[in-house]
Nanobody
Framework: QVQLVESGGGLVQAGGSLRLSCAASGRTFTIYAMGWFRQAPGKEREFVAAISWSGGSTSYADSVKGRFTISRDNAKNTVYLQMNSLKPEDTAVYYC?????????????WGQGTQVTVSS
């Protein structure tokens, strides 16, 4: 099992920045990649960004490209999401997730979520 704990959410004005962190513990050696997802009220959960645990290759949703950056610190078993130029439509609960294999749609472990609110 892998446990994930997010932190760093909060309230920010449009145009501002936040950095989310996700600390992994447990069987972290089984992690193949980690990702961030978000869910806004009344909407389905959507993919935000992902990073491979070994090579560090990244992918982003079109809606956040150029504004968000995902990174990892393997020594700390932590993944980050730097969010810049935030917009009100970025308001959501952000979830960290980890997967044990290469299938990009199959995430095995999830954090509890952290709220990000962007005011206009």
């Amino acid at each position: 099992q892998v446990q994930l704990v997010e932190s760093g959410g909060g309230l920010v004005q449009a145009g501002g920045s936040l950095r989310l962190s996700c600390a992994a513990s447990g069987r972290t050696f089984t992690i193949y990649a980690m990702g961030w997802f978000r869910q806004a009220p009344g909407k389905e959960r959507e993919f935000v960004a992902a990073i491979s645990w070994s090579g560090g290759s990244t992918s982003y949703a079109d809606s956040v490209k150029g504004r968000f950056t995902i990174s990892r610190d393997n020594a700390k078993n932590t993944v980050y999401l730097q969010m810049n130029s935030l917009k009100p439509e970025d308001t959501a609960v952000y979830y960290c997730a980890a997967r044990s294999g290469p299938v990009v749609t199959r995430y095995d472990y999830w954090g509890q979520g952290t709220q990000v609110t962007v005011s206009s």
